[in-house]
């Protein structure tokens, strides 16, 4: 099945900086990698995702990578501010086979310092 | 816009009880997910349903069962609790088995088990 690794497991930057978080994923018939934003109590909020037909895509500060051949996606964070402190998870949808069916990184806590 | 709703929000019980958990999905959604996120770990997939059917099965006791109703809301039904069922139960919903919908998490059940 899917495995999907997800680093670093903590992240603190400045308010104003950049964040970086990776993904790898292991089955090459994944095709859709959305990333998710959930604060403390609340469900899992989708802020992004792209399809394995597009290399990149960009909504205002997050952006996201995707590199099929190296299995691996990447979501970025530019001018940070303290309301994006939060665990961030990536998912991959499992391959063809599991319809829907999301597997889960470990979860990256980004902590915004003022 | 409207968004998935959870009910119990919280629910405490106590060991060998039972729990039923319901969900009711985006309005023209016809696809649920069913996830278990533990204390500090990425959420874990359950079970789904499209059009009222099973679809996908993941990681789910079976001390646990679930179904789809004919206006689309789930019930997850979960007998003989242990105290490791104690998480947080976070249905998703989509609009379409498609691969290519995005997942909308509703704000989940959290199950204290005594």
């Not at chain 1, 018939?29 to 604060?39: G, I, L, R, T």
């Not at chain 1, 899992?44 to 995707?66: M, W, Y």
Request: proline share 5%; net charge negative.
């Amino acid at each position: 099945g899917e495995n999907v690794e997800q680093h670093p497991s903590t992240l603190s930057v400045q308010e104003g900086d950049s964040a970086v978080i990776k993904c790898t994923y292991s089955d090459s018939a994944s095709n859709y990698f959305p990333w998710y934003k959930q604060e403390l109590g609340k469900g899992p909020q989708l802020i992004i995702d792209i399809r394995s037909n597009v290399g990149e895509k960009k909504d205002q500060r997050i952006a996201v990578t995707l590199n099929k051949t190296a299995k691996h996606f990447s979501l970025h964070i530019t001018e940070t501010q303290p309301e994006d402190s939060a665990v961030y998870f990536c998912a991959a949808l499992a391959g063809t086979d599991s319809w829907g069916k999301l597997q889960f990184g470990a979860g990256t806590q980004v902590v915004v310092t003022p | 816009a409207a968004g998935v709703i959870q009910s119990p929000r919280h629910l405490i019980k106590e060991k060998r009880e039972t729990a039923t958990l319901k969900c009711y999905p985006i309005p023209r959604h016809d696809t649920v997910y069913w996830y278990q996120q533990g204390p500090g770990q990425d959420p874990q997939f359950l079970i789904s349903f499209y059009e009222k059917m099973q679809s996908d099965k993941g990681s789910i006791p079976d001390r646990f069962s679930a179904q789809q109703f004919s206006d689309y809301h789930s019930e997850l039904n979960m007998s003989s609790l242990e105290l490791g069922d104690s998480a947080l139960y976070f249905c998703a919903s989509s609009s379409d088995r498609s691969s290519y919908n995005e997942q909308f998490f509703g704000p989940g059940t959290r199950l204290t088990v005594l």
